[in-house]
């Protein structure tokens, strides 16, 4: 399923080439993304996948976008007006007609949020904090939370978060997240989301993706420089460390040619 078709960064120029978001996009040459239904965005360090997937969760107002302040050079909300200066193109459902809005599930979900997550669950006054943080968001009223929070089920299940904690590694945990997160018919925007995860993890990681484009109408952007998982998803590839937004093979990209040479140089020892 492809709930998002395109998307438009703006081509606007500033007076100062330091001001974020601009600086990100001075020196592209093409600004418009193509989406499948699992899309990825591969670059270095600072070559902007993150900065990309705010943009568009913020334009979208998806849960889990985040204002970027920039006003070092003046009032001028420069965030905002990159946002309002970009534009995008929604898909077509199964019957071909234009889809109208973005399924209500729809989140962002960056690598600090996984990170946050396991932090959460070491610690039990924050872990208790989540917990009922969880079930206000999906609309629990507030006269209730006291008693919800002091409630036998609460401890319980606190117990059992607890648990899992003591049980689970890092990498465990955030599958386990990731899986709680992710639901049918919905697009989800992915900053690094094989943060703490195996070589082996993050293979299972890919694979599941992969099933839930397949059989449960999900789309996925995902920004990532794995090439555990640049191997295994079955997506289309966008290179950002050159001027251009172009296709690539995951063969092809520098980072994974960095692994292939590194165990290419080492080939014997593996005898």
């Not at 900065?51 to 003046?74: D, F, P, V, W």
């Not at 629990?140 to 919800?148: C, N, P």
């Not at 607890?162 to 900053?191: I, R, V, W």
């Amino acid at each position: 399923m492809v709930y998002l078709s395109s998307f438009l960064f703006s081509r606007e120029m500033v007076s100062n080439p330091n001001i974020y978001p601009y600086n990100v996009f001075a020196d592209k040459n093409e600004t418009v993304l193509i989406f499948h239904p699992i899309t990825v965005l591969y670059g270095n360090n600072a070559s902007g996948k993150s900065t990309m997937l705010n943009i568009m969760a913020n334009k979208l107002q998806m849960e889990g976008q985040e204002y970027a302040t920039s006003n070092r050079y003046g009032t001028t909300p420069y965030f905002t007006k990159f946002i309002d200066e970009c534009s995008y193109t929604l898909g077509e459902d199964e019957e071909g007609r234009w889809i109208q809005k973005l399924p209500q599930k729809s989140r962002y979900i960056k690598s600090e949020d996984i990170l946050y997550e396991i932090k959460k669950i070491q610690q039990e006054q924050v872990l208790g904090d989540g917990y009922v943080y969880e079930h206000v968001r999906r609309g629990m009223q507030k006269e209730k939370i006291e008693g919800f929070k002091n409630s036998k089920k609460t401890q319980e299940q606190l117990e059992c978060l607890k648990f899992a904690q003591e049980k689970y590694s890092n990498g465990e945990t955030t599958l386990q997240m990731l899986e709680d997160y992710l639901e049918p018919d919905a697009l989800y925007l992915l900053d690094e989301p094989e943060v703490s995860l195996s070589p082996a993890n993050q293979t299972v990681l890919a694979e599941k993706l992969n099933q839930m484009t397949r059989f449960l109408g999900c789309q996925f952007i995902i920004s990532t420089h794995s090439p555990f998982m640049l191997g295994t998803l079955n997506a289309k590839i966008y290179n950002l460390d050159g001027k251009e937004l172009e296709e690539a093979k995951w063969t092809e990209l520098p980072n994974v040619r960095y692994f292939y040479d590194f165990f290419e140089k080492h080939r014997d020892e593996f005898k």
